[in-house]
């Protein structure tokens, strides 16, 4: 698939940073129930590959590692695997998808520098955060709001929204590293954030407010809890680590938690989830190999016609 590129940066705003206080949910846990099918995703003949997000339509994006080596992004539409390259870039992942087809991702110049990209119309963008050190790509939702994170001259690390041209830079109260990965229809924000005693958590930005996110009973959130897509029904995906030292997946709605494992996995990571519950992430195999993965929803819509399996 051949795009055509614009070297572009959005309009910027002044940056807001620290936007609210933190509050907890309370929460119960239950296991994933063991009638659920997976569904394994592996673009051909690659040694890697993983699943970033699925948009309503079934539409799948991610990243895969072909033999030379390198890394690439694709599409999967109806079962069809289409390759995501940005135009003389060493490596390109696409992370996010809307339900118009807009694909927003990553890629590395040939200089070594990390950039945002959005591919829209068969036309690439690249986005960069004013005076960053680099910028990394995040998810997009149905008004073509992206999300990302950059490092800042000092070294620190922060999460940004990008809408309609004006970049925001969003910091967790008092973290020393915050990065945004998802963001739904109604602008609610997902990500992970770095406390002043190196653990890890995810977090929930809504109307304002952040919600830290944390799984029960996870011994370590380091390097590991972490919330990585949210949709429209304000369901929540992510991953933590267990007191097996092993990552699983989760699924946060209505306030109980659901534990994701591939079965036979070694590790299971949860990336996103479209409105009507289907999920994708990515597994690692006992033979040490990575795979992305599908899980369907309870109730598919009804114009889900696409065969992504």
Request: glycine share 12%.
């Amino acid at each position: 698939m051949k795009k055509q590129s614009r070297n572009s940066t959005a309009a910027v705003v002044p940056i807001l940073a620290n936007l609210a206080l933190s509050f907890a949910a309370s929460v119960t846990t239950k296991a994933l129930a063991n009638d659920e099918t997976f569904t394994s995703i592996d673009v051909p003949d690659a040694v890697f590959t993983n699943a970033n997000d699925i948009n309503p339509r079934g539409d799948i994006v991610g990243g895969y590692r072909s033999a030379d080596g390198r890394m690439h992004g694709y599409l999967l539409h109806r079962g069809s695997f289409t390759t995501i390259d940005y135009p003389d870039a060493t490596l390109t992942a696409a992370v996010g998808i809307n339900p118009s087809g807009d694909i927003t991702g990553r890629y590395i110049s040939a200089d070594g520098n990390e950039h945002a990209f959005l591919l829209s119309g068969g036309d690439f963008t690249s986005i960069d955060f004013p005076d960053a050190i680099f910028t990394t790509g995040g998810k997009i939702n149905p008004s073509g709001d992206t999300v990302g994170w950059h490092d800042s001259a000092d070294g620190m690390r922060h999460g940004f929204l990008l809408s309609e041209g004006e970049f925001t830079s969003i910091d967790f109260p008092d973290a020393t590293d915050t990065r945004t990965n998802g963001i739904n229809a109604r602008g609610d924000i997902v990500g992970r954030y770095e406390s002043t005693d190196g653990e890890v958590h995810g977090f929930l930005l809504s109307d304002g407010d952040f919600a830290t996110i944390d799984f029960p009973g996870a011994i370590r959130t380091r390097p590991g809890n972490s919330a990585s897509g949210n949709s429209d029904c304000g369901d929540i995906v992510g991953r933590y680590e267990g007191a097996d030292d092993r990552h699983h997946g989760y699924l946060l709605r209505k306030g109980e938690f659901t534990s994701i494992d591939f079965p036979g996995a070694v590790s299971t990571f949860a990336l996103a989830i479209n409105p009507r519950g289907d999920m994708v992430g990515w597994y690692d195999s006992l033979d040490g190999r990575t795979h992305g993965w599908l899980l369907r929803g309870e109730e598919p819509g009804e114009d889900n016609d696409d065969e992504n399996r």
